[in-house]
Every structure is written in C-alpha cells, then in structure tokens.
C-alpha cells in the first residue's frame, strides 16, 4: 500500500502550458508538503499545508497554485510553465501540528519528474 | 538563515564503513534527519536524532550528534552495494514543520 503517491510520475509538456501534479496520502497526516528538487539534487520547500489550510510558502512564483480539497490530498497547479520549473517535485505528508516540536516524520512520494521543452 | 552542509561525494569498497559528514548552522535545531534517495526514486527516512542526544544506533546505522559543534554523522557499518545512493541531511528547527536539507552526498560502493 502505498502511504504518499503522486501523479504522474512524469510529466513532459511544452513551455508555456499550464499542469497540475496530484498528491495523495493514506496515512491520516494532517500537515502535506510540496518539495522542489532541482537538477543538481538540492531539495527546498515550496509549500506546507495543516489541514486543508496554507501555512508556509516559500516565495514561489505565483504561477504556483496549491489547492488542498481535503487533507488527505494537496495538488499543485502550475501556470506558464517555464523552463527553469524543469525539477523533480516531492509531495510529503506528515502527523505535525504547526508551531509544535514533534518527532514525526516526513513521509515522501517518489517524485513527480516534470520537463519543460 | 538556516544553512545545512555537507560533502557531495563518498567512495567505499564494500565490507567497509562508511562516514558521512553534515554540518548545520541553526543552533535551534530540534530534529535532524537523514534520508536515502536511490536513483529515480524519493525519499526514504534512515533515522533521525532529537537534539538532546548525542547518538543513535539503529542496525548498521550509528548517528553521531555534536550540538557544540552543530555537527552530525552517519556511519554505515558494513555497506553494501544496495547502499549506494544519495543521502541527505535534514534539520528541522524548534516551532516549524518543514525541513531544511543539505544538498546530499552521493555514496558510491563498489564490489
């Protein structure tokens, strides 16, 4: 069973289009994350979400969208793609509530490739 | 700001332990994390220590934490060509959700 999926896994699409990548938990968590790993693996934080509710972006473009129906899902959608938003992009989930200091995890997706051409 | 560095690149042979370096700059760190990511895939939780500890040994994974220093260590015992990927280091800091990570170390075991 798996705990954190996303949708596609790869996703090829030209410049200027607009896409969303779908991101799933099934393990109850009430805090999803959106990670950005660019071409030389550096991992950083795009977007936190605490049921339902946006709690950190960090100064993504606003061609950037997130939309957290429920908690259980965060779907990033993503205006005028450009080619720098070539990237590997992470969704996590974990059971945290914002302000505290917790021990729990974050749980991963394996990554949706996205390539602008 | 939070700052999270380590060496980008790790050669063993197999049989050998492994030592892979991290060091942070947030003195506010209370968790810190590591994470395998194996070619093509995401992200996989190793182990993680709370900063009031000074190691942690799960297996063949053994954690060193020096908070003086704000250095972190994992040492790999034994590894194994299946250990070869790249690993990451994570800190997370007191009242916040998200993590800051290093840029990984690519650990390359060979036979």
């Known amino acids: 069973d798996t705990a954190v999926s996303q949708t596609p896994k790869y996703l090829v699409t030209q410049m200027g289009n607009d896409k969303s990548i779908k991101c799933e938990q099934n393990l109850g968590h009430d805090t999803m994350y959106w990670y950005k790993q660019d071409s030389k693996k550096f991992l950083k934080i795009m977007f936190s979400y605490n049921n339902k509710e946006l709690i950190i972006n960090e100064t993504v473009p606003n061609r950037f969208s997130p939309k957290s129906p429920d908690k259980a899902h965060l779907n990033l959608h993503i205006n005028s793609l450009e080619l720098g938003d070539s990237a590997v992009y992470f969704c996590?989930?974990?059971?945290?509530?914002?302000?505290?200091?917790?021990?729990?995890?974050?749980?991963f997706g394996d990554g949706t490739r996205l390539s602008i051409l | 700001g939070e700052d999270v560095e380590q060496s980008l690149f790790l050669s063993v042979r197999e049989g050998d332990s492994s030592v892979i370096n991290c060091t942070y700059t947030?003195?506010?760190?209370?968790?810190l994390y590591w994470y395998k990511q194996e070619p093509g895939a995401g992200l996989q939780l190793l182990t993680y220590i709370f900063s009031n500890m000074d190691m942690k040994q799960d297996q063949r994974l053994t954690v060193l934490l020096n908070k003086k220093d704000k250095h972190l260590s994992l040492r790999i015992a034994d590894t194994q060509t299946g250990d070869s990927a790249i690993y990451f280091c994570?800190?997370?800091?007191?009242?916040?959700?998200?993590?800051?990570f290093g840029k990984g170390t690519m650990l390359l075991v060979s036979p």
């Open positions: 996590a989930s974990s059971q945290d509530l914002p302000g505290t200091a917790s021990n729990q995890p974050q749980h």
């Open positions: 947030d003195s506010s760190s209370t968790y």
């Open positions: 994570a800190q997370r800091a007191s009242g916040y959700s998200t993590l800051t």
